[in-house]
């Protein structure tokens, strides 16, 4: 099975190409292909398949093997793959994911994507779009205690997939694994969370930590960075607009006036390879 290895700002996932491969037990292939000692190495494994609907569509899976509905990070570089491999030469092109059909310019050089501006659509603010147990609200600058007797005030986003924002003062005191774990797996999300921990600068500009749903720490988040912009908003700590440092990179984010958020980042290919199917 042939390969690319991919990244948006350190998110790394192991890329194939079902329009000429074919994947049998996705789930298992990336627990095995994702291990960064026995295998390529990876925060999971994404598929690029036909789509009836749009230019192609993508299935996510974690390096747990859990299957996720989106990731930001690894859109872009779909949309790249499918543009530098002449799958599409569209611009702007669509993206069919389990969280919608997304619509992605791209910005070449020579002939080969650099970056691209993706429309995430609309959040959801409502528990039941997260989902979170509890009386339909939205959760903003909510109290949370966790087991640990550590107390944080959360606000909740989905982007397609949940995620769970914390601003804190001082960001390099947080036991990202510890903290990350539990709130990930706190009764109250049905479905488990993404968590992010968030250090405001100014109205424009942040920086944040993630705890990913089933890939634990990762370099970056792009559905996360999307819904840090969204929470910022709805606690009035930042502006519509903000610049976010990530431990990859940054990314530029904007909650626009139509509802929907856009984020603008890069997308790099690594390197291609063959995996065998059964590795001895």
């Known amino acids: 099975m042939k390969f690319t290895k991919m990244h948006g700002i350190g998110n790394d996932y192991v890329y194939v190409n079902c329009f000429k491969e074919e994947v049998k037990e996705p789930p298992h292939l990336a627990t095995i292909i994702s291990d960064r000692h026995f295998g390529v190495g990876s925060d999971g494994l ?80 409502m528990r039941s779009e997260i989902p979170m147990i509890g009386k339909e609200t939205q959760v903003v600058d909510e109290l949370l205690t966790l087991e640990s007797g550590v107390s944080y005030r959360i606000t909740c986003v989905s982007m397609g997939n949940p995620h769970c924002v914390v601003f804190v003062d001082n960001i390099d005191t947080i036991d990202l694994v510890k903290h990350g774990t ?5 009764r109250l999300f049905p479905e488990r969370i993404n968590v992010h921990f968030v250090k405001i600068h100014t109205p424009k500009e942040v920086t944040i930590k993630t705890w990913e749903r089933g890939s634990g720490i990762t370099q970056a988040c792009g559905t996360g960075a999307s819904a840090v912009c969204v929470a910022g908003v709805l606690n009035k700590r930042t502006d519509r607009k903000i610049l976010a440092h990530l431990p990859g990179g940054d990314l530029k984010l904007e909650w626009a006036e139509d509802d929907h958020v856009y984020m603008t980042g890069p997308a790099t290919e690594v390197f291609t390879g063959e995996w065998q199917i059964n590795p001895s």
Do not use: W
């Not at 539990?182 to 706190?186: A, V």
């Open 46 to 125: 994404i598929l690029i398949l036909p789509s009836k609907v749009a230019d192609c569509k993508m299935r996510i899976f974690n390096a747990d093997g859990s299957e996720a509905q989106m990731c930001g990070n690894g859109i872009r570089c779909v949309a790249k793959y499918v543009y530098d491999h002449k799958i599409t030469q569209k611009n702007p092109l669509t993206v069919e994911t389990l969280a919608g059909i997304k619509t992605i310019q791209l910005f070449a050089e020579n002939g080969k994507v650099t970056s691209a501006r993706v429309n995430m659509g609309k959040p959801g603010l």
């Open 182 to 186: 539990e709130i990930e797996r706190n």
